[in-house]
């Protein structure tokens, strides 16, 4: 089911899992991550439990990743930044949630299809708004595949009016709503820095011993559910030059001590060598915020001087180059890499390209020419 925002999707899935259960007695769920798994499929408002009529709820155990029916089917939860979790269990059908948001989404989709392997006719249900994708290019093209296609508007009378008059009016006929609302599947932008051929041409699963890493952050100039992201990027070089993007910890509403806070925890997760801070709409302060949680991690302040598209140019030329390796998926980076244009305008698009800022402040530290001391890192 390839469909826009609001359209159902969420509901569809749970029905589907419903009408299964009667004749599967295993049934997978896999979501983008654990909590989504949990807060949407299972306990959302339109998940399974509120789906389930009372004389059919089933019982949810969070501990053990299952939700059990009362004639013994039992759906277990997945994540698909763990793909090696769906190895070894078996299973009838599969409800697969937001798949072109799976970070994981070749490893995760695979170890599905290896466990899909019980009943006569095992099926899964895939739920999600498309983006080009090569796993969904694949699905949709294999002649066993039924496709079922919607968009927001189909769904208008039980959406909130002020939805439509916020969202809707924002985001129509705009690139990012006729893939969110129309749902449809947008293939590169013309006079992109990025095309989605390079990124995957160059993708990989794991990563070698690094010799540098760095955590760029792009901070908001305000916080609350209307400022923009703050995109913190992780990424690395290897002794060969190359690099790698290794993870997304970007956020949107956070203050600045929640965000800060975000960055020095991936500082730590990932042995970091430095934070790189774009300073230009809080000056020092961002290095103080940092240091108020930890008074020893290196910040490395930077400024821009350039445009976005500009700063942009060496790093895309590094992907061209196949220098750089996106460790997994990332979708809502490679969105806005893959939407940089000359003549990118952030109120047009309806965002601004946070995640790409970070990331290019990220690769521009490690990749273009700045040394620092060797530092002993674990490996």
């Not at 927001?152 to 985001?171: K, Q, S, V």
């Not at 940089?340 to 690769?363: C, E, I, N, Q």
């Amino acid at each position: 089911m390839l469909a826009g925002r609001g359209f159902g999707k969420t509901r569809t899935g749970a029905e589907w899992t419903r009408r299964k259960k009667e004749t599967c007695g295993r049934i997978a769920l896999v979501a983008p991550t654990a909590a989504d798994a949990r807060d949407v499929m299972v306990d959302g408002e339109s998940g399974i439990l509120a789906c389930a009529p009372p004389w059919d709820r089933p019982k949810y155990e969070p501990s053990k990743r299952r939700v059990t029916w009362k004639n013994g089917a039992i759906a277990t939860l997945f994540s698909a930044e763990d793909p090696e979790s769906l190895r070894g269990p078996q299973f009838s059908a599969a409800w697969a949630d937001e798949l072109c948001a799976w970070q994981y989404c070749v490893e995760t989709w695979d170890m599905l299809q290896f466990g899909l392997r019980l009943g006569r006719n095992p099926q899964c249900c895939v739920t999600t708004t498309p983006k080009p994708i090569k796993t969904l290019k694949d699905l949709l093209a294999n002649p066993a595949t039924v496709t079922t296609r919607g968009s927001t508007y189909a769904n208008r009378a039980n959406l909130a009016e002020g939805f439509f008059r916020n969202i809707i009016a924002r985001y129509e006929g705009s690139r990012l709503g006729r893939q969110e609302l129309e749902a449809e599947i947008l293939e590169d932008v013309p006079g992109a820095l990025w095309s989605r051929s390079v990124i995957d041409e160059t993708r990989l699963r794991d990563y070698p011993p690094l010799r540098r890493v760095a955590v760029a952050i792009d901070p908001p100039v305000t916080s609350g559910e209307q400022a923009d992201e703050c995109g913190i990027i992780v990424a690395g070089v290897d002794d060969l030059g190359d690099g790698y993007v290794i993870a997304d910890r970007s956020s949107q509403g956070d203050k600045p001590s929640e965000w800060a806070r975000r960055a020095v925890t991936a500082y730590q997760m990932f042995e970091a060598d430095c934070i790189v801070a774009e300073v230009n709409n809080g000056g020092e302060m961002i290095g103080e915020i940092i240091r108020q949680i930890d008074t020893v991690v290196p910040v490395r302040q930077v400024r821009a001087t350039r445009g976005k598209f500009t700063r942009a140019e060496p790093i895309s030329a590094l992907y061209e180059q196949r220098r750089v390796h996106h460790i997994g998926s990332f979708p809502k980076l490679e969105d806005q890499m893959c939407s940089m244009t000359p003549d990118f305008d952030a109120d047009k698009a309806g965002y601004s390209p946070d995640r790409l800022d970070a990331l290019v402040w990220a690769l521009t530290e490690l990749m273009t020419g700045h040394k620092s001391e060797p530092r002993i890192r674990r490996v």
